[in-house]
T-cell receptor
Framework: GIQVEQSPPDLILQEGANSTLRCNFS?????LQWFHQNPWGQLINLFY???GTKQNGRLSATTVATERYSLLYISSSQTTDSGVYFC??????????????FGAGTRLFVKA | EAQVTQNPRYLITVTGKKLTVTCSQN?????MSWYRQDPGLGLRQIYY???????DKGDVPEGYKVSRKEKRNFPLILESPSPNQTSLYFC??????????FGPGTRLTVT
């Protein structure tokens, strides 16, 4: 099945710093999402980005589908950015359904 | 507002006492699924539904039941909960293979 690997596993930033999170996947995909899981456990949709580049405020993401990776950029980090960032791709089942496969996540802590 | 809702958000129960976690979406999505999240194991799919009256097992279906009588609702039923079902549960919906939307999660503790 498809493997999703994220790096780095842990990241500590000083408030105001920039960072890049990486997601590698082992097979071609037509669906890729980035989520932020906040300290309360909620999964927040950041980007739906099977290919190309998108920006939303201080966050942006780029997926290069042909090279099987995606990057999430966080600029001018804030303490509220702390949490776990997941990359997730869709895998089809033989029965016709599908499931979302999550990477292990990058745990980010932003210090004030 | 487009959203997926789950109830209850927190639940502490005892072994063997049947419970239902409700999930509802207002986006007219065909596809809905349930996941559980456990430390070190990540998120794993329990059951999914491709449309009304069409459900199938995910990766960890043992001990769970689901039903899809209406397009908007996809309840998760634990007939006889056990401590190993203590977990954080998420419901999700989407239009086919499009963007997945997740509910806020339900923290379940079975003692």
């Amino acid at each position: 099945g498809i493997q999703v690997e994220q790096s780095p596993p842990d990241l500590i930033l000083q408030e105001g710093a920039n960072s890049t999170l990486r997601c590698n996947f082992s097979d071609s995909v037509n669906n890729l999402q980035w989520f932020h899981q906040n300290p309360w456990g909620q999964l927040i949709n950041l980007f739906y980005i099977p290919s190309g580049t998108k920006q939303n405020g201080r966050l942006s993401a780029t997926t290069v589908a042909t090279e099987r990776y995606s990057l999430l950029y966080i600029s001018s980090s804030q303490t509220t950015d702390s949490g776990v960032y997941f990359c997730a791709v869709l895998a089809h089942r033989n029965t016709g359904g599908f499931k979302t496969i999550f990477g292990a996540g990058t745990r980010l802590f932003v210090k004030a | 507002e487009a959203q997926v809702t789950q109830n209850p958000r927190y639940l502490i129960t005892v072994t063997g006492k049947k419970l239902t976690v409700t999930c509802s979406q207002n986006m007219n999505h065909e596809y809905m699924s349930w996941y559980r999240q456990d430390p070190g194991l990540g998120l794993r799919q329990i059951y999914y539904s491709m449309n009304v009256e069409v459900t199938d097992k995910g990766d960890v279906p043992e001990g769970y039941k689901v039903s899809r009588k209406e397009k908007r609702n996809f309840p998760l039923i634990l007939e006889s909960p056990s401590p190993n079902q203590t977990s954080l549960y998420f419901c999700a919906s989407s239009v086919s293979t499009g963007e997945q939307y997740f509910g806020p999660g339900t923290r379940l503790t079975v003692t």
